[in-house]
């Protein structure tokens, strides 16, 4: 998947910087002048770019955490951030959440913030391996998916600043991420930037506490971990403000599940 152009979807992509056209070998921007290489074995689109500080980002880089990120700090980081002790939310209802709102339009579908793979395979089952594209920030997540999922097209970039062009995929995905990114309302801009109209963007994140007990305990969490939780009237502003419709919220405890819909033009 080195060979961009080798990509069906290889239209979709642009320059992250300048949303130029981008062509050659290495990949150059016209329009920037900026290169992007290869070299690692898959296309890196923020070589400058390291993702923000705190323990929360430190675990999610670390060679030695990764591997165990799906089955164990997953299911911690639900339990507390979410309010998740009674498995409210199981890998299994996650799917199923996603494989009936993800109602992509024609082009292709990104798993934003894909991590290791679990759910990116979800989103692979929902659509076909061949539509899907997985980015991320961290090498060691990069390593992770691409060991689990060898055919899939996977690339290195900002979740602030997206390689694909305006109207060019057909659904977008960002599963337990956008408490992570340092300015989600940036990314949710750019969510609404890179879908074509009628495509879907569903996401699962976390919802502020509102009982002031748990939401103390919530909010120590956050400082450590450096993420945070959402509001429910931010998250739908920052959603209409991208051009995108909510269509679907569903809350169990204190997890958040979306879809949006980008408006038709
Ligand atoms: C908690 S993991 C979620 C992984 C997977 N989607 C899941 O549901 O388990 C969040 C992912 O977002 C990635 N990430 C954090 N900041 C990012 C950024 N600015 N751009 C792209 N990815 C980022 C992290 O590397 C990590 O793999
Ligand atoms: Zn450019």
Request: proline share 7%; hydrophobic share 40%.
């Amino acid at each position: 998947m080195l060979d961009l152009l080798a990509n069906p979807y290889h239209a979709a992509f642009a320059c992250p910087t300048c949303h130029g056209p981008l062509s050659g070998e290495p990949l150059f921007c016209e329009t920037c002048e900026r290169t992007y290489l290869a070299d690692k074995g898959y296309l890196d689109f923020a070589p400058e770019v390291r993702m923000k500080p705190g323990l929360g980002p430190f675990f999610l880089q670390d060679p030695l955490h990764v591997t165990r990120y799906e089955e164990q700090t997953r299911v911690a980081f639900l339990n507390i951030m979410g309010a998740n002790w009674n498995d409210s939310l199981t890998p299994e209802r996650e799917d199923d959440y996603l494989s009936a709102h993800i109602v992509p339009v024609d082009g292709p579908v990104l798993d934003l913030g894909c991590g290791a793979g679990r759910w990116t395979r979800t989103v692979v089952d929902t659509v076909g391996q061949a539509r899907v594209i997985g980015l991320d920030l961290s090498l060691a997540m990069i390593d992770l998916i691409r060991a689990e999922l060898p055919e899939l097209c996977v690339v290195r970039a900002n979740a602030l600043q997206l390689p694909f062009g305006r109207d060019s995929l057909g659904a977008v995905n960002c599963s337990n991420a956008l408490q992570l990114f340092p300015e989600p309302r940036t990314v949710i801009q750019e969510v609404g930037r890179v879908l074509k109209p009628g495509g879907t963007f569903t996401a699962f994140t976390f919802r502020q506490a509102e009982r002031p007990t748990y939401r103390y305990f919530q909010s120590q969490h956050e400082k450590t971990f450096n993420v945070r939780s959402f509001r429910v009237d931010e998250l739908t502003t920052w959603l209409t403000s991208a051009g995108l419709d909510l269509l679907d919220l569903t809350s169990l405890s204190g997890t958040l599940l979306f879809t949006a819909r980008k408006k038709p033009s």
